[in-house]
């Protein structure tokens, strides 16, 4: 039984918009984009954190939002300050949860088109982690993404660092 595991970055208040950089998703007007980015070079602990969550054979099941952004910068990272995951990200099985009509251009990429009903048989079959990354808009954020992902007969856990 194939095991996914939630990874989002949230403050203390609650946002999740735009950890990487100051122009990662200004969505609504949001401005304090890159609010993760300086820690992870300077706690030791976040990185060896990031290291774990990544450093066992994944594939990512992203929300389409968070595919867009993420398709716009990783497949062009290799060989950058965060290459590591460029490679890992870029090698891996894309799930994306999306009701559009979409050609997508990152490889890898696989369509859900019925995200709880998908997701549930991901999570039966057999298979690499899948890592389910998620960004909120700050100015209403959306849950849904984690009611899909620990819906349904599997075990589940949520935990914290």
Known sequence: MRRVVVSAM?????????PGGPDEDPTGGFTFGGWVAPFADVDPVFGAEIGKLFGEPFDLLLGRRTY????????????????????????????VATRKGVDFTWKGSVALRDAATDVATLKREDG??????????????????????????AQ??????
Do not use: C
């Open 68 to 95: 867009d952004i993420f398709a716009a910068y990783w497949p062009y990272a290799e060989g950058g300050s965060y290459d590591d995951i460029a490679r890992a990200f870029n090698r891996t099985t894309k799930y």
């Open 128 to 153: 690499r982690r899948s890592s389910s990354r998620h960004r909120a808009r700050a100015d209403r954020g959306s849950g849904t993404p984690f009611a899909i992902v620990i819906q349904g007969d």
């Open 10 to 18: 949230v403050s203390m208040d609650g946002v999740m918009q735009a």
């Open 156 to 161: 589940h856990g949520l935990w914290h660092r």
